[in-house]
């Protein structure tokens, strides 16, 4: 088992461009996230998905959109990159609401 | 007011220290409560899983949650180097979303 693989690890982007990071995972979880992770701040939801078919927002979705076509794949899409943007982003995923999360290695984006 | 509040530390203490790391939070339907290590650049991993109130023991490890205070404890035992790493506090309740303290430092010094 991979467990959860996001790429790319590492990104720059220029004010405005997109960009899709993508996340796959092998386990058959139901459940999947995206988190960004800022220095002092914690990990905050962007995004999540209990299921093929079913997005919602999380706590700071604005910029940001998912999809979730399969089980196994969640790509979290930046339409107009800015730099408020930049952060570590981790995708994880989980078997039920409130069981253990699995995370990613994270995708380090800058955006300059 | 913050859904979880933890001391960002950092925290160095000597191998072999006895180490207590600890979050409150101010919502009282909280009922999963488990800590994450993360390793610099790397995924958060879990260590410890805790339902309600209680005590849980995991070798070196020991989570307590006092859900009357509202206040959630990890203990390492023994503290080694290769315990230096970033702990994070997460809880939730029978909802999508899981709350994180925003992690504490932690250096266990040789």
Request: with cysteine; hydrophobic share 30%.
């Given at each position: 088992?991979?467990?959860?693989?996001?790429?790319?690890?590492?990104?720059i982007?220029?004010?405005?461009?997109?960009?899709?990071?993508?996340?796959?995972?092998?386990?058959?979880?139901?459940?999947?996230?995206?988190?960004?992770?800022?220095?002092?701040m914690?990990?905050?939801?962007?995004?999540?998905?209990?299921?093929?078919?079913?997005?919602?927002?999380?706590?700071?979705?604005?910029?940001?959109?998912?999809?979730?076509?399969?089980?196994?794949?969640?790509?979290?899409?930046?339409?107009?990159?800015?730099?408020?943007q930049?952060?570590?982003y981790?995708?994880?995923?989980?078997?039920?609401s409130?069981?253990?999360?699995?995370?990613?290695?994270?995708?380090?984006?800058?955006?300059? | 007011?913050?859904?979880?509040?933890?001391?960002?530390?950092?925290?160095?203490?000597?191998?072999?220290?006895?180490?207590?790391?600890?979050?409150?939070?101010s919502?009282?339907?909280?009922?999963?409560?488990?800590w994450?290590?993360?390793?610099?650049?790397?995924?958060?991993?879990?260590?410890m899983?805790?339902?309600?109130?209680?005590?849980?023991?995991?070798?070196?490890?020991?989570?307590?949650?006092?859900?009357?205070?509202?206040?959630?404890?990890?203990?390492?035992?023994?503290?080694?180097?290769?315990?230096?790493?970033?702990?994070l506090?997460?809880?939730?309740?029978?909802?999508?979303?899981?709350?994180?303290?925003?992690?504490?430092?932690?250096?266990?010094?040789?």
């Open positions: 088992n991979a467990g959860v693989t996001q790429t790319p690890k590492f990104r982007l220029k004010i405005g461009q997109s960009m899709t990071l993508q996340c796959t995972q092998d386990m058959n979880h139901n459940y999947m996230y995206w988190y960004r992770q800022d220095p002092g914690g990990l905050k939801l962007i995004y999540y998905s209990v299921g093929a078919g079913i997005t919602d927002k999380g706590e700071v979705p604005n910029g940001y959109n998912v999809s979730r076509s399969t089980t196994e794949d969640f790509p979290l899409r930046l339409e107009l990159a800015a730099p408020s930049t952060s570590v981790f995708c994880a995923s989980s078997y039920g409130n069981t253990e999360a699995f995370f990613g290695q994270g995708t380090r984006l800058t955006v300059v | 007011q913050k859904e979880v509040e933890q001391d960002p530390g950092p925290l160095s203490v000597p191998e072999g220290a006895i180490v207590s790391l600890n979050c409150t939070y919502n009282s339907a909280f009922q999963y409560f488990m994450y290590r993360q390793y610099s650049r790397k995924g958060p991993e879990l260590l899983y805790t339902y309600s109130s209680g005590n849980k023991e995991d070798g070196r490890f020991t989570a307590q949650v006092d859900k009357s205070s509202k206040y959630i404890s990890l203990f390492i035992r023994d503290s080694q180097p290769s315990d230096s790493a970033t702990y506090c997460a809880m939730g309740n029978t909802g999508n979303q899981f709350y994180f303290g925003t992690g504490t430092s932690l250096t266990v010094i040789p």
